[in-house]
């Protein structure tokens, strides 16, 4: 509840920074902010502030705040990634303030007991997202992202809502406990056939918000025309929001209908698969590419809540996958934001890397062996964790299929790897980095190595 209370206090003194003339140092009062943040959340481990008011409408356990300490770890790399794009903007306090209440907004889908909590977290988080695709004014493609994303959005909301008011309807709450009593009460068979519409509302809502498959179109687009360090933000932290939402609503409130939603879950996972890894395959801009491959990835945290095993080991395969994908995309951007610089956001834009700057290469070598699940890598251990799962479950066909796609993904990402180091470049000149973004992507790597060398002892760390 801290972390919450502060980082929603530095978004709103982002927005005095201007008018009290010390928006210079406003880069390290958030970094400091999110630190503290950070280290608040993890003080109410064992012992969570309770706010009486909140009761009913928030809830910080454990659950929720290992999410949020993800959430904020991501966000204090990616501050110090994007720090020369805030140095190039005239609205570099806009941006601060827009990009913290985002941020305010995944704390609190991370941490929901009440749908109208949850419809106002994705609200906050949303609406600072669709200004900030949009952010370079003179850029036709940018304004083309910020409008297919609210327009977008905007239809997710509808579902988002309309569900949320067929499940009032019929339990008469929007607390998700006593949603959850009200279907353990019912008889079998005699929940009203509007409830379960809400649920499958609900669903594809939250499918729209992880662009899976058939929900996805909008992806590639706001990606690729979006400022490179937010799609970052969206590729990392609006994505562990939206699945701490979606792990809390589905396995906490809709548990026991499960037999709902589950068979539309696995078809979506399936397409998700196959048509994100087969269209990755088939692009020519870096950006593209990654969105499809999102696309991929949130295949595979979906399959966690498929499995739908309440137990450590499901929110734990959730956790770690969130952080691996985070820390790994949080290098590639950063590294991609700089390769990029000059528009040219083609493969080819990463030819003779390894000439031009060993040092970036290799991290993005890093990155994209995490990102393709290669041994030693976090984003190896990320998908083992979820297909142990899954294995256990009825849907061995999906762990066969998720295979077999990911033979896919080493192509894609193997064409980066390729380009840097046996492709010429077409100029000698060096890849400038400046040092902080040089350690946010060292920092990035060693840690992916690591997630990759001790899983285990990771995953003991949020035990519940």
Known sequence: MKGLLIISGLGILAMLAEIFKFKKILLPLVLLGIIGAYVANFMEWNNGLS?????????????????SGVILATAFFWFIMANDYFENSS?????????????????????????????????????PLYVLAASRKRNMASNEAGFKYLIMG???????????????????????????????SAAPGT????????????????????????????????????PTVITALMSTIVKTAAFAAILRLFMSAFGNVSEIWTVILSAVVALSLVISNFSAAMQSNVKRMLAYSSISHAAFMLMVVLANVRSNATVG?????????????IAAFCILYKVTKKGDESFDAFNGLAKRNPLLAGCMTVAMLSLAGIPVTAGF???????????AT?????????????????????KIIIAMYFKPA???????????????????????????????????????
């Open 51 to 67: 706010i009486s008011a909140f009761d009913n409408m928030i809830v910080f356990d454990k659950v929720s705040i290992a999410f």
């Open 91 to 127: 609205n570099v306090v806009d941006h601060f303030a827009l990009v913290l209440f985002a941020i305010t907004g995944a704390l609190m889908m991370t941490a929901f007991k009440n749908m109208t909590t949850l419809f106002l977290g994705i609200e906050i988080m949303s609406i």
């Open 154 to 184: 905007s239809f997710a909301s509808g579902f988002l809502l309309f569900g949320i008011a067929l499940i009032y309807g019929a339990s008469g709450s929007f607390d998700i406990m006593q949603i959850r009593a009200y279907i353990s």
């Open 191 to 226: 929940l009203p056939l509007f409830f379960y519409a809400g649920v499958v509302l609900l669903l594809v809502a939250m499918l729209f918000k992880v662009s899976a498959a058939p929900f996805h179109f909008w992806a590639p687009d706001v990606y690729q025309g979006s």
């Open 317 to 329: 395969a959730l956790l770690y996958y969130s952080l691996a994908y985070s820390i790994g995309s």
């Open 381 to 391: 251990f990320a998908k083992y964790f979820v297909l142990t799962i899954m294995i």
């Open 394 to 414: 009825t849907y061995k066909w999906l762990v066969i299929l998720a295979i077999l796609s990911s033979a896919v993904g080493v192509y894609y990402y193997f």
């Open 426 to 464: 077409a100029t000698e000149e060096p890849v400038e980095i400046e040092m902080s973004q040089k350690m946010v992507v060292i920092l990035t790597c060693l840690i992916t190595l690591a997630l990759g060398i001790v899983p285990g002892y990771v995953a003991e760390m949020f035990a519940f």
